[in-house]
């Protein structure tokens, strides 16, 4: 949950190609991805940089996977999703050494040259399924200001007084949705999908956004909010993207397309999160009006970049995110394992979102030898963000290693997700902490069950006067979140 498209949800396996870990066959891999990356409208510079990266990962496997004379094979696979294409290269041989990778790069991974040529590299430790390098590019797109260069609509024009009318946004109201967030925030929006009209369009068809917009009397986009779906079919959703045109505030548009989403979509979904900015009051108590409850604050979440138009003065300083959860209807009772430390201030988000749950205290050891987690980097943000899938012997060393990769990187806002259905994680609460996480908030009713998020600020002061919290217990709450940061150790000098 993030309050911006993550767009990984639905994935088309465009290829594969499965074959023996041997250099003489690299070429004849390479070829396949070739030809596969011609038919996805790349330029021949960017499928050179791929290509190049592909073979200093097949190399890898081919030098390092797999012991002298041992007869290893490796898959590769060119996956496309809504808005980038994924290159995978996958065997099971040796699993990866966090901490040899830190120490060197003589093992041949050539993270430089892979790093230099892709947006993205993630490496994952897949357990018994062995272990994966994908290679990410993302995909270009036709910005709005290539459509229409014209400037979008005076910042001098009065009030509207007509009552825009509420519906589901369709694709030819794609366009016009852009044109209303460059009203609302120029270019300095950082959920920049909502720029780019035809990813937009995707993301609708492959079933990841569903959006109410509000249309004036003139036929524009003058409000809009979506739900943000991980998957498609999923019961909870992100509710996001909140834009009103300047000329429409003040015409509750916000709580009023939140309630129609509500109405819409009743009867198959267990409930909404949404991100709330803390510049202002205005988006956490119109959550609030409508039933919605804090669950937790992510400090330093939104760029400074961000601009408000006709919202007082800009911030200079990375803004703080409010997240709130609208329970829809009731999801089942379920066993959770949470730290000691914080078990009062979880028991007291859950009671207030209205939600039951059975708190256990458990010590488990660790099922696998290594640990499943995903790594993912959004550069306009600032952020990184660490999820656990399943947790292994090597837990604390894989994140160490993958903690330090993303304070080198200058990622801003680091946060790591807990899963918690699962004993493992009290193993490992303190040690978290000790590295510089924090509590950070709740994620109850989650697609893939109830989590816990710790949070890590790299390198950045936060200005605590300019956070404006708008009801009692979110006042509480953050003065919690608050405490634990300002508590919180500095990894880099620890």
Known sequence: MRGIPDMNGKTYEIGRIEILADKIFINSVLGFVKSVLECQNLDENDIKKLLLSTEEACLNVVEHAYEWGEKGKYSVFVNEKADKIVIGVEDKGLPIDFADIDKSDKKGLGMTLMKGFADEIKIMNLGKNGKRIEIIKNKKFTHITEINEDKMI??????????PILKMMEETDVIKLSRCVYRSYGYSYAGEALYYPEKIISLMKDGLLKSCVAISKDGEVVGHLALIFDSPGELIAETGQAVVDPRYRGHKLFEKMKLFLVEKFKNNMKGFYSESVTIHPYTQRGNISIGAHETGFQLGYIPHELNFRNIGETKKDRQTAAIFYLKINNDEKKRI???DRHIDIIKAIYKRADIDRDFY????NAEISHSVISVEIKKDWGQGYIKVIKYGEDFLNHVRYRLRELILKNVICIY???PLDKAHADNYYEELEKMG????????CAAKGDILRYQFINSEKLDKNQIIIFSDFGKKLFEYVWREYENSNNYLEG
Not at 154 to 163: F, G, K, T
Not at 361 to 364: A, D, H, L, R
Not at 437 to 444: H, Q, W
């Open 154 to 163: 005076s910042e001098d024009i009065p009030r509207a007084d007509d009552v």
């Open 337 to 339: 394992f949470v730290p």
């Open 361 to 364: 205290k458990g010590y488990e």
């Open 416 to 418: 790591i997700d807990l």
């Open 437 to 444: 996480f924090f509590f950070s908030a709740i994620y109850p």
